[in-house]
C-alpha cells in the first residue's frame, strides 16, 4: 500500500504545475506549442490547485490524528486501545480519500492534456533545458 502511494505522489507531483502554468519542467508554451488550448491549461492548473489543496487539509488532519495516538501512548496505550483503533481507522480512510482524489484528478487532467502531448511538450521542455546548460 506504501509504494502505491509513493508512486501515485511521484505521477501526481511530475503533474504539478508551477507559477508560470507549467507542469515539472514543462511551462505554458511548451504545452501550447504542442496544441494544447490555453483554456486547457488554465483548467488544468485549477484542478492541480484544488487538488494540492485539499492534500494539505487532509495531511494536516492525519497529522492531528497522529498527535492524538502519541498522546494516549503517552498516557497508556492499553487504557486507550479502542480509540487508538479508531484514531487508525480514521487515518486510513483519510489516505484511500488521497488516492482516490489523485487518481480523478488525473483522469480529469488527462481530458485536457493528453498523454501524447505531454510526453511531446517534456521533449520540447527538455531540449530548452540542454540549450541552457
Known sequence: MKKILIT???????????????????????LKAVGVKEENI???????????????????EIE????????YVLEGPEKYLNEIDQIFDKIGSIEAAIS?????SQIKIQKLITQEQYVKA???AVKRLNGIK
Open 8 to 30: 501515485l505522489f511521484f505521477v501526481i507531483s511530475s503533474l504539478t504545475f508551477s507559477d508560470d502554468l507549467g507542469l515539472g519542467i514543462i511551462n505554458a508554451s511548451d
Open 42 to 60: 488554465k483548467k488544468a492548473k485549477e484542478l492541480m490547485n484544488e487538488v494540492a489543496s485539499s492534500y494539505r487539509l487532509k495531511t494536516l
Open 64 to 71: 492531528q490524528l497522529q498527535l492524538q495516538i502519541n498522546k
Open 100 to 104: 482516490k482524489e489523485r487518481i480523478r
Open 122 to 124: 517534456r521533449e520540447i
